[in-house]
């Protein structure tokens, strides 16, 4: 454990939740034998390949691909010809609005290549050198076109045009010039400019952060097998197999009946594999050839074809009193969407001021094509990129009026009731508390040597809730069957154990959770959105207070007695009090041992659609230590308060917000796509991509501060996602600190250091 | 029984409600809210349906019929995320 960990009473209340058991999926990963999505292998498989567009930006002539046709061993070809024409509309599930007309260029090109990468054909073969040669074979012919990549480009007014018919959506009037802007947002609350006439100090900057990748160690894989009879199953890695199941089926123009999508192991999504790239390719290709398919990513087709989050041009505005009182807070957030539009910069805008009291404040963002693959979901989407700026923006405040910068926080913190730019009021608390806690943590009292910087960030993010099923079965041996639709990318699977276990007062070791396909239990949004502890777990616990009912209702029969005068205690069926009988307690064992007595197998399923989830907040601080010489950055010591509401299974509470940290301190130092003057990517691989390595980071403290849930039946919030909000500009902060120079353009790496320290 | 309180963003209130961002209704559950909304504005609980996601006091749900509106409740419909 953790020594800093605030350990709550949570260990003292119950019995497995805030516990630590071994993780139920260690042994096979670590022995290799867990099943990833280009593991599996089905008889008779061929394999599928795809081809990708040379260009940044190109008009699609003619496509041939009668001679790959002809090669033998290849068995079947498709284009974007084979997949029905989707219309032009914005629908789609939960929180999240899709156009159809877009996803379905994106997975392969029609009129135009939008970028390097982009689908143009795919092929399906009897061994994968056969695909590649015969991808060889398709010949395509391209206008090629003028390109941009730049946000603050491709917002010019000679910008070349993506989408000839691109008119702004949310300027009124309407204008009447098309451009690559597909959006515009507008939030205000308050009087902005009387908010800054009011304060003692003004401070704004312009910021840039790069496009970065989710940097999953697994690139996308699935497998096909379509049937004559148009029944079609899927086996992919993904972050939520239905969804798969929903966008493969609109894509092929199919029903959702028709198609059995089953979860492969997943290594790593962190937003990225909400897409589906490759399951509508593999299933019209098998479709094709009457055979299973198999098509998978490599490392570089991943970065050049799968979604990074958007890069962004920003200006921030905060005016504070001298006493600290922030009293405005103003940005402008331009957001790269990649090709088609769709950015998260509404979360930016409505994150960015989330964590504080401010009376005044405005944020307009804009979302704009360029000619880079589209963006996918990374982590709070949005929120970590406004929070570079706003965070970075508040330190100078704090620095301009001689005020420790968590203090300052603390002074402005939000608190239930307190208005957001959103509009509704915040119902939860949590983040006044994650402040506290670094302000008591020994380490932000250590002395900082030459050299050396510490600063302070914090984040908001939103979290999810919505819909997810569960199913229970209890076994006659007394064991029991948790299966949920969520797949386990952050260690579902032992906390929807840990719960089941908890509501049922079972041993967690007789509790076996497992990931379900699309026909073997209820439909399940996505694994996303720091949802699932949340929303799938109270499905879990919802089905397994239906299970104790059985139990109750079961232990009466045997008894003879009415079920109301049975209790459930601790696993077992007792007489509700002494005049009921003298019955020795029915353990869960001895019930189901006599399921088919009592009237058939126990076994319990529910759907929820969760509402109620409470956000996240995190803050944390890292110190630095900057080589004038190199203009290299260590990490020193990082540490991270956050809000978990409570932690089901510290452990892998711990991991997600050392895992954010990690991708944050890559986000910050070095990682970022490099496009050379054709538009093409330079860096579509993790020898050029550089992600940070374990000898680039300290251990990563983790301090889990407990303000439960009361809308969650063990009060747990989302917890994978603020992590990453506060760390670019903690990183920028600190630097500062030691060097006095202000960064403002991610990636702070060592050329940019040492052009801030010669300026 | 005290009316809820319904609010709408700027742009949404521009496109559908003639550019009137508040409203008091009287409703139990989210399904009075839509019904009232679209008596109101024909249609409107369609747009309400599909393009929004939901805030009750506060706290955050998808948009639905089934949740219980407390009296005197703010209810907050905000535009739904755009993911591509």
């Given at each position: ?473 209890v076994n006659a041996d007394g ?71 059985t139990m109750i209702e079961r232990a009466a029969m045997i008894w003879g ?5 049975v ?5 077992y069926a ?9 019955f020795k307690p029915l353990s869960v064992k001895d019930i189901a041992g006599k399921a088919a007595a009592t009237g058939g197998p126990i ?157 | ?84």
């Open positions: 454990m953790n020594d800093t960990a605030i350990v709550t009473d949570s260990v003292k209340r119950f019995k497995w939740v805030g516990t630590r058991p071994i993780r139920p999926d260690g042994i096979p990963k670590v022995t290799g034998r867990a099943q990833y999505g280009a593991d599996l292998k089905l008889p008779g498989m061929i394999y599928g390949k795809i081809l990708r567009s040379p260009h940044a930006h190109a008009r699609i002539i003619s496509i041939d691909t009668s001679a790959a046709e002809k090669l033998p061993g290849v068995k079947a070809v498709m284009t974007a010809a084979d997949l029905p024409v989707q219309k032009f509309d914005y629908i789609g599930p939960e929180r999240v609005a899709v156009n159809f007309w877009h996803v379905t260029r994106n997975i392969m090109a029609r009129e135009k290549v939008y970028y390097e990468g982009h689908a143009v054909a795919a092929v399906a073969a009897i061994s994968n050198s056969i695909a590649e040669e015969a991808c060889a074979l398709i010949k395509v012919e391209y206008e090629v076109l003028p390109h941009v990549i730049d946000v603050d480009e491709a917002m010019a007014d000679d910008a070349p045009l993506l989408f000839e018919d691109m008119i702004t959506r949310g300027i009124e009037p309407a204008p009447t010039k098309p451009s690559n802007i597909s959006k515009k947002l507008s939030f205000a609350m308050g009087d902005v400019d009387k908010g800054f006439a009011e304060s003692d100090v003004v401070i704004e900057h312009e910021f840039k952060t790069a496009a970065v990748h989710q940097a999953y160690i697994e690139p996308h894989a699935c497998v096909a097998k379509y049937e004559a009879d148009g029944q079609c199953e899927i086996w992919s890695s993904s972050q939520g197999h239905f969804q798969m199941r929903a966008l493969t089926a609109q894509i092929m123009g199919k029903a959702l009946g028709d198609l059995r999508v089953t979860p492969a192991e997943i290594g790593g999504g962190f937003g990225g594999k909400t897409v589906a790239y490759l399951e509508p390719v593999a299933a019209t290709l098998s479709k094709k050839s009457g055979l299973p398919v198999r098509v998978t990513m490599s490392r570089e087709e991943t970065f050049r074809a799968s979604g990074p989050t958007s890069g962004s041009s920003m200006w921030v505005k905060v005016g504070v009193k001298n006493d600290g009182t922030i009293m405005a807070a103003d940005g402008i957030f331009k957001f790269q969407a990649g090709a088609f539009p769709g950015s998260p910069v509404m979360n930016a805008c409505l994150c960015a001021y989330a964590p504080y009291d401010i009376p005044n404040q405005r944020a307009v963002g804009w979302d704009v094509v360029s000619n880079r693959p589209k963006a996918a979901a990374y982590r709070a989407p949005g929120s970590p990129i406004s929070a570079f700026a706003m965070e970075s923006v508040l330190d100078m405040c704090a620095k301009k009026i001689g005020m420790d910068p968590l203090a300052i926080r603390h002074k402005n913190a939000c608190r239930i009731g307190t208005p957001t730019l959103s509009g509704p009021k915040h119902a939860h608390a949590g983040y006044i508390e994650t402040v506290e806690a670094l302000q008591k943590h020994p380490a932000y009292q250590v002395k900082l040597g030459p050299n050396q910087g510490r600063g302070v960030a914090s984040g908001y993010w939103f979290n999810g809730g919505g819909e997810s099923s569960a199913t229970i079965q064991t029991v069957l948790v299966a949920t639709g969520s797949p386990d990318i952050g260690g579902s699977r032992a906390s929807m154990a840990i719960m089941a276990a908890e509501t049922l007062g079972v041993d967690y070791n007789v509790v076996r959770a497992i990931v379900a396909d699309t026909a073997s239990v209820g439909y399940t949004h996505v694994t996303g959105g720091s949802r699932v502890t949340f929303a799938t777990g109270t499905a879990v616990v919802n089905a397994t207070k239906t299970i104790v009912k007695v009415e079920p109301d005068a209790i459930w205690e601790d696993g007792k007489p509700a009090g002494s005049n009921v009988g003298d076994t319990a399923s529910a759907g929820v659609n969760a509402g109620g989830q409470a956000p996240g907040f995190a803050t944390q601080f890292c110190d630095v230590e900057v080589d004038p010489e190199t203009g290299h950055v260590k990490i020193l010591r990082f540490v991270a308060a956050q809000d978990v509401g409570r932690a089901i299974h510290p452990s892998y509470v711990e991991g997600q917000i050392q895992g954010g940290i990690a991708q944050g301190v890559g986000w910050a130092l070095s990682e970022e796509y490099i496009y050379n003057s054709k538009g093409l990517l330079d860096n579509a691989g993790f020898l050029d991509y550089r992600c940070p390595v374990a000898s680039d980071l300290p251990m990563l403290d983790a301090v889990l501060v407990e303000v439960p849930n009361p809308t969650h039946p063990y009060g747990a919030k989302g917890v994978g996602e603020v992590c990453i909000c506060p760390p670019m500009a903690a990183i920028a902060n600190a630097i500062e600190n030691a060097i006095g120079k202000r960064l403002t353009d991610l990636p702070m790496s060592p050329p940019k250091i040492l052009a801030a320290l010669s300026a | 029984m005290e009316p809820a309180r319904v609010v709408f963003t700027s742009g949404f209130a521009a496109r559908y409600t003639k550019g009137v961002r508040e409203f008091e209704v009287q409703a139990k559950t989210m399904r009075d809210v839509i019904k009232a909304m679209d008596d109101m504005f024909p249609g409107l609980g369609f747009h309400l349906e599909e393009e929004t996601t939901l805030a009750i006091n506060g706290e955050y749900h998808e948009t639905g019929i089934f949740q219980p509106v407390p009296p005197g409740a703010e209810v907050f419909f905000i535009p739904r995320i755009e993911g591509g």
